[in-house]
């Protein structure tokens, strides 16, 4: 069993906004993700190694704020740990492995029940989690939840039901970059499929992709391109493939939002 130390602890709050400012005035965290997931409202800072994920729910009105939601631990092989658990008989508070790809560029995760107590009197809750790294290395199988039967598979995604998240200084550029993922349910090598909106005068930084190949479709606004070393104009109707071993960065250079759509594939 691999563990490589606390991935991050998630921290029930009645308000994100006042905890953010909380956190970051006094105790100097940074917030590095935020997104919304039905009714909830999910916010990640960190504090050099410590990462901390505050919770909104309608539901903690009617409860004590403060309490510890889960304790996530990082992992190399996910699904190694969870058959020895599950061998054990340990009780699982979701039966299959989650991927967020949303989340850090993508994490697997899944959560059991550990056999301390908190305040509540329920039985505490942990989670493992696996960042894409691991991904890559595990089979493709375990990537994506995608049912085995064709006629199981959602065919059309309805945009109320997509995860959005906003992604500050995305790979180290400026701004703010919101990520619309399209679709959770995808061919196992398909790694990302969503829409990026990036605002004027915000850009996502210089970056390599490594066993991948990532393709960009834009729809909407004008800005400029990183492709390796050159740099090009881009508008609506143009489109971009970066191989693997080659990188690239996104800049909006009009008034309005610069609008694409990205798919990673995995080699």
Known sequence: MAIKGLHHIGVKVRDAQTSVRFYEELLDFKKTDEFRNGNSHLTFLRAGTCVLELIEKPEIERMPAGNIDHVALDVDNIEEIVEKLKARRVEFVNSEINHCDWIYGGVKNIFFKGISRFTSSKPSKFAFASDEKSIRRTTTSFVRRCPKKTEERKMVNKQKDMIASIKHQMRGGSGDVEVLSLSEERPGRVRLFARLTIGPGCSIGYHVHEGET????????????????????????????????????????????????AVIVLE
Not at 230 to 253: L, Y
């Open 214 to 261: 990532e393709m960009f479709a834009f729809v909407a606004g004008r800005g400029r391109v990183r492709d390796d070393g050159e740099f090009r104009d881009v508008q609506a109707g143009d489109s971009m493939v970066t191989f693997p071993g080659h990188g690239h960065a996104v800049e909006n250079t009009g008034g309005e939002n610069l609008v694409l759509i």
